[in-house]
């Protein structure tokens, strides 16, 4: 599965969240990340600033771009990601990292601040 082991259609649901917030698009290079997306009415643009991204270069790269990156491992948020979806005990928990949701310039739904788990 995609984005360390939650599967495609949660992710997409909590991508399209961000997304709303965010010009309704969001960057994704995953086939099957990208088709769940479309699904759910959100554009696919890679001039996005909300992004799905799997490997650790990529996170990097987007988060150099001040974009809101969103990723499947919690190690990942240490590389500029600002919310990490992955799964515990077979469901999926959001880490968030405010000081990188700020420097990306996008919008953090408040949904998310109240589910999720902060990372300093």
């Known amino acids: 599965m995609p984005g360390g082991e939650v599967a495609a259609p949660t992710l997409a649901k909590i991508i399209r969240i961000v997304a ?12 099957e990340v ?13 001039e996005a600033k909300v992004v799905w991204a799997i490997a650790d270069k990529d996170v990097a790269r987007f988060a150099k771009q001040s974009k809101l990156v969103i990723c499947g491992q919690v190690g990942q948020l240490g590389q500029g990601a600002a919310i990490a979806i992955v799964a ?7 880490y ?25």
Not at 36 to 46: A, F, H, M, Q, T
Not at 88 to 94: K, L, N
Not at 102 to 116: E, V
């Open 96 to 120: 968030l990292s405010p000081a990188n949701a700020t420097s990306s310039k996008a919008n953090l739904p408040d949904a998310l601040l109240k589910i999720g788990k902060v990372v300093k």
């Open 34 to 46: 990208s088709a769940e997306l479309g699904k759910l009415g959100v554009s696919i643009d890679p």
């Open 20 to 31: 709303s917030g965010n010009g309704g698009k969001a960057a994704c290079e995953d086939a």
């Open 88 to 94: 515990e005990g077979g469901r999926p928990v959001i």
